[in-house]
């Protein structure tokens, strides 16, 4: 099991950015594919993105490419979200995951171990 602490969520004005970062307890991070959900009230959790254990293999959600960004640091045990022109409809929790195979997965259900979310808010 590893543990997974969010950071960067806030308040952001529409066309606005923010970073959001998500830090692991385990030195296997590495092993780990990591992606990144969100959730807004009355809703199923949805995939925003995941990254392989290189960065050599990334799918986003079609509602978030060519405006989020994801990454990580291995040697930080750290994956980043630089999300860039934020929309209102970006509003949400945003949610770290850890799947511990190395396939790059949009499924929730390959997700065993999640952060407790940050929120990420855009005013129009």
């Known amino acids: 099991q590893v543990q997974l602490v969010e950071s960067g969520g806030g308040l952001v004005q529409a066309g606005g950015s923010l970073r959001l970062s998500c830090t692991a307890s385990?030195?296997?991070?590495?092993?780990?594919?990591m992606g990144w959900f969100r959730q807004v009230p009355g809703k199923e959790r949805e995939f925003v993105a995941a990254?392989?254990?290189?960065?050599?293999?990334?799918y986003y959600a079609d509602s978030v490419k060519g405006r989020f960004t994801i990454s990580r640091d291995n040697v930080k045990s750290t994956v980043f979200l630089q999300m860039n022109s934020l929309k209102p409809e970006d509003t949400a929790v945003y949610y770290c995951a850890a799947n511990p195979t190395s396939v790059v997965e949009i499924r929730r259900q390959a997700y065993n171990d999640w952060g407790q979310g940050t929120q990420v808010t855009v005013s129009a």
């Open positions: 990254i392989n254990w290189n960065g050599d293999n990334i």
């Open positions: 385990r030195r296997t991070f590495m092993t780990y594919v």
